[in-house]
């Protein structure tokens, strides 16, 4: 039974309910312990009640988005000296048994618990680098691609999220009705527990009509965004001014060729603009924005005892942390 899921919010609902009965045809019994047994039970209806409306609340807003997420059970697999994790997530799984039977995937449907109530389109899609199993110690950055419908080369995007290297590449397809919190929170939280990737270096690329749920993504997670691109020409550049400077993003705004005696919209400052004819405008961005991510990490040692793991040094990282590629 999932923890988001509906049959085990209705099951706590079933408990509280029939606690209250419960409690009410024993009110009046247990001559002798009657005060300590409607304590009992009045605590225990309480009790019932702030896990279903916990329960309840955690559904909705997907702070832990399953059991092993609440236990702490990220999947790390700790080995011996010198070992790295290998995390066990949902596709890290998948993808092993791909990898082992010889087959590697072009895109892999993404459904983590809740995204329904992303309200996009379509379930998202999610494509690793070609080594990705290969090197089971190394963490990724993302480059998260949020389209509209009308985005032309939308379809393919997702196919040419795989000529990308070293990032994760997730492709979202959204509507007028997309939540921003969920893509805010949830898609970051449950891309790390299913993927390895960082948590810092990433890129956004959206189409221009979803510029604003961008800004919102992007405020949410001030520290993980190190890049936006823009699909199309942005009705109001201001906008762009107003998410770059307070999060010290790399912007720019991928254009199709100007149209003579039709000058284009001038960009503030700093904005950089990318021509490209629009059947081609999400792979120039997905090439722009991917020089702009941090370079995978290589993992932490793992030393078998505490005092070890608190004093081990950590591993070489494959490249630098910071700052985008040259």
């Given at each position: 039974m999932e923890l988001t899921g509906l049959p085990l919010l209705v099951l706590a609902w079933v408990l509280v309910a029939a606690a209250v009965v419960a409690t009410g045809l024993l009110w009046s019994r247990y001559r002798r312990w009657r005060l300590l047994a409607r304590t009992a039970s009045v605590?225990?209806?309480?009790?019932?009640?702030?896990?279903?409306?916990?329960?309840?609340?955690?559904r909705a807003d997907q702070f832990?988005?399953?059991?092993?997420?609440?236990?702490?059970?990220?999947?790390?697999?700790?080995?011996?000296?010198?070992?790295?994790?290998?995390?066990?997530?949902?596709?890290?799984?998948?993808?092993?048994?791909?990898?082992?039977?010889?087959?590697?995937?072009?895109?892999?449907?993404?459904?983590?618990?809740?995204?329904?109530?992303?309200?996009?389109?379509?379930?998202?899609?999610?494509?690793?680098?070609?080594?990705?199993?290969?090197?089971?110690?190394v963490s990724f950055p993302a480059v998260v691609s949020v389209l509209d419908g009308a985005t032309p080369d939308a379809k393919s995007a997702t196919a040419a999220t795989g000529n990308t290297p070293d990032a994760v590449g997730v492709v979202a397809t959204g509507s007028p009705q997309t939540l921003a919190d969920p893509l805010s929170s949830a898609l970051p939280t449950d891309l790390g527990r299913d993927l390895r990737v960082t948590?810092?270096?990433?890129?956004?690329v959206v189409s221009a009509t979803m510029l604003p749920l961008a800004e919102h993504m992007i405020r949410?997670?001030?520290?993980?965004?190190?890049?936006?691109?823009?699909?199309?020409?942005?009705?109001?550049?201001?906008?762009?001014?107003?998410?770059?400077?307070?999060?010290?993003?790399?912007?720019?705004?991928?254009?199709?060729a100007p149209v003579p005696g039709r000058p284009p919209v001038p960009l503030p400052a700093g904005v950089k603009t990318i021509v490209s004819a629009n059947g081609l405008a999400w792979s120039a961005a997905a090439s722009w924005a991917i020089q702009q991510t941090a370079l995978p990490l290589a993992a932490p040692m793992v030393l078998p005892s505490v005092l070890a793991r608190a004093n081990a040094p950590q591993a070489p990282q494959e490249r630098a942390q910071h700052g985008p590629r040259q």
């Amino acid at each position: 039974m999932e923890l988001t899921g509906l049959p085990l919010l209705v099951l706590a609902w079933v408990l509280v309910a029939a606690a209250v009965v419960a409690t009410g045809l024993l009110w009046s019994r247990y001559r002798r312990w009657r005060l300590l047994a409607r304590t009992a039970s009045v605590l225990f209806c309480e009790l019932l009640l702030v896990v279903t409306v916990g329960i309840g609340v955690n559904r909705a807003d997907q702070f832990y988005p399953s059991w092993q997420v609440l236990l702490g059970d990220t999947g790390g697999v700790g080995g011996g000296a010198g070992a790295a994790p290998r995390p066990q997530g949902r596709l890290d799984l998948m993808l092993g048994q791909l990898s082992g039977a010889g087959h590697r995937a072009a895109a892999l449907p993404w459904q983590p618990a809740g995204w329904l109530h992303w309200r996009l389109s379509s379930a998202p899609s999610v494509v690793v680098p070609a080594d990705y199993v290969k090197r089971a110690a190394v963490s990724f950055p993302a480059v998260v691609s949020v389209l509209d419908g009308a985005t032309p080369d939308a379809k393919s995007a997702t196919a040419a999220t795989g000529n990308t290297p070293d990032a994760v590449g997730v492709v979202a397809t959204g509507s007028p009705q997309t939540l921003a919190d969920p893509l805010s929170s949830a898609l970051p939280t449950d891309l790390g527990r299913d993927l390895r990737v960082t948590t810092h270096g990433w890129a956004l690329v959206v189409s221009a009509t979803m510029l604003p749920l961008a800004e919102h993504m992007i405020r949410k997670n001030t520290s993980r965004y190190a890049a936006l691109v823009v699909l199309g020409d942005v009705a109001d550049p201001n906008q762009l001014t107003a998410i770059a400077p307070a999060n010290a993003l790399a912007v720019a705004v991928v254009r199709s060729a100007p149209v003579p005696g039709r000058p284009p919209v001038p960009l503030p400052a700093g904005v950089k603009t990318i021509v490209s004819a629009n059947g081609l405008a999400w792979s120039a961005a997905a090439s722009w924005a991917i020089q702009q991510t941090a370079l995978p990490l290589a993992a932490p040692m793992v030393l078998p005892s505490v005092l070890a793991r608190a004093n081990a040094p950590q591993a070489p990282q494959e490249r630098a942390q910071h700052g985008p590629r040259q």
